[in-house]
């Protein structure tokens, strides 16, 4: 499909009137609709008090110390996006699909069920001057309606643990073009400090959230539809970033170390993985 005919699909894809859609989603899909709508709205969050932003948005402060992943996420984006049909699945506020735009991708894509946050993106698209190879859309991520075979990259940043996988990995399959490669930033289900503390702030996340933070078995079930190709494994002890001031670079130096040793390298925050469709599918 060459690229004048995938932008028209995508134009018949923003002409689908949102009853349409939005009527046959399902309750769970519906609430992550809402959640998200509610949780990227910008007026609200500026008009909360300090009190009730701690309470809703109180782990922001913790991706402080994600530093080294977001430089290999940074740098994996500039290395397979050029020239390329690429997807920010799941896009919330579109900064890496505004990023592989800056990267000279050939078409940037960011698709996200919420409205507000596909608006969010084309206002920041718009600043950052990438709108003439990015576009952004309203869609369901386990039914995008992009044509089968039609993207080369895919990033999905912390959002497949808001997806049913048994849904979601086969249509990412079919939209994936032969030898496509997907790269997947995900919270780790280990650790028992992070699990608690996602207990007690139940408020931050959906309950569907809250239930399918992903571990190693959903490698396992990614294998029925993809190659696995790199893995990495990230922030152990930078996590206490925010209370220690200016020990970010010696905990990223320890982490460095722990995340290299099996088991405790299960004990991060956060994991990456590539999932590769197979060239002769």
Same mark, same amino acid.
């Given at each position: 499909?060459? $690229?004048?005919?995938?932008?028209?699909? +995508?134009?018949?894809?923003?002409?689908? #009137?949102?009853?349409? @859609?939005?009527?046959?989603?399902?309750?769970?899909?519906?609430?992550?609709?809402?959640?998200?709508?509610?949780?990227?709205?910008?007026?609200?969050?500026?008009?909360?008090?300090?009190?009730?932003?701690?309470?809703?948005? %109180?782990?922001?402060?913790?991706?402080?110390?994600?530093?080294?992943?977001?430089?290999?996420?940074?740098?994996?984006?500039?290395?397979?996006? #050029?020239?390329?049909?690429? $997807?920010?699945?799941?896009? %919330?506020? %579109?900064?890496?699909?505004?990023?592989?735009?800056?990267?000279? !991708?050939?078409?940037?894509?960011?698709?996200?069920?919420?409205?507000?946050?596909?608006?969010?993106?084309?206002?920041? !698209?718009?600043?950052?001057?990438?709108?003439?190879?990015?576009?952004? +859309?309203?869609?369901? !991520?386990?039914?995008?309606?992009?044509?089968?075979?039609?993207?080369?990259?895919?990033?999905?940043?912390?959002? &497949?643990?808001?997806?049913? &996988?048994?849904?979601?990995?086969?249509?990412?399959?079919?939209?994936?073009?032969?030898?496509?490669?997907?790269?997947?930033?995900?919270?780790?289900?280990?650790? *028992?400090?992070?699990?608690?503390?996602?207990?007690?702030? #139940?408020?931050?996340?959906?309950? @569907?959230?809250?239930?399918?933070?992903?571990? $190693?078995?959903?490698?396992?079930?990614?294998?029925? =539809?993809?190659?696995?190709?790199? +893995?990495? =494994? @990230?922030?152990?002890?930078?996590?206490?970033?925010?209370?220690?001031?200016?020990?970010? #670079?010696?905990?990223?130096?320890?982490?460095?170390?722990?995340?290299?040793? *099996?088991?405790?390298?299960?004990?991060? @925050?956060?994991?990456?993985?590539?999932?590769?469709?197979?060239?002769?599918?």
């Amino acid at each position: 499909m060459d $690229l004048d005919t995938l932008i028209m699909k +995508i134009k018949d894809i923003e002409k689908i #009137p949102d009853w349409q @859609w939005i009527n046959e989603l399902n309750n769970r899909k519906r609430k992550e609709l809402e959640f998200h709508d509610k949780n990227r709205d910008s007026s609200r969050i500026e008009s909360l008090d300090q009190d009730t932003y701690e309470q809703f948005y %109180g782990n922001k402060k913790y991706y402080q110390a994600t530093t080294l992943s977001k430089e290999y996420v940074n740098n994996w984006i500039k290395k397979n996006c #050029p020239n390329r049909i690429f $997807l920010d699945y799941a896009c %919330g506020n %579109g900064k890496n699909a505004i990023k592989a735009g800056k990267n000279k !991708a050939k078409l940037a894509i960011g698709l996200d069920i919420s409205r507000v946050s596909v608006e969010n993106s084309k206002k920041e !698209a718009k600043k950052e001057n990438v709108n003439n190879n990015t576009i952004f +859309i309203q869609a369901d !991520a386990e039914n995008t309606m992009l044509p089968s075979k039609s993207i080369d990259v895919i990033i999905c940043s912390g959002m &497949l643990h808001h997806l049913d &996988l048994s849904y979601a990995f086969p249509e990412l399959r079919r939209i994936m073009r032969p030898g496509g490669i997907l790269l997947a930033i995900e919270a780790l289900n280990y650790n *028992p400090a992070i699990k608690m503390y996602r207990y007690f702030t #139940p408020q931050m996340r959906t309950k @569907w959230e809250k239930a399918h933070i992903l571990s $190693l078995n959903d490698l396992k079930f990614a294998e029925r =539809f993809f190659d696995i190709g790199e +893995i990495k =494994f @990230w922030h152990i002890t930078s996590i206490i970033a925010p209370y220690i001031k200016f020990g970010l #670079p010696a905990l990223n130096k320890i982490d460095k170390f722990l995340t290299r040793i *099996p088991i405790i390298k299960l004990m991060a @925050w956060i994991f990456t993985f590539e999932l590769i469709k197979k060239k002769d599918t």
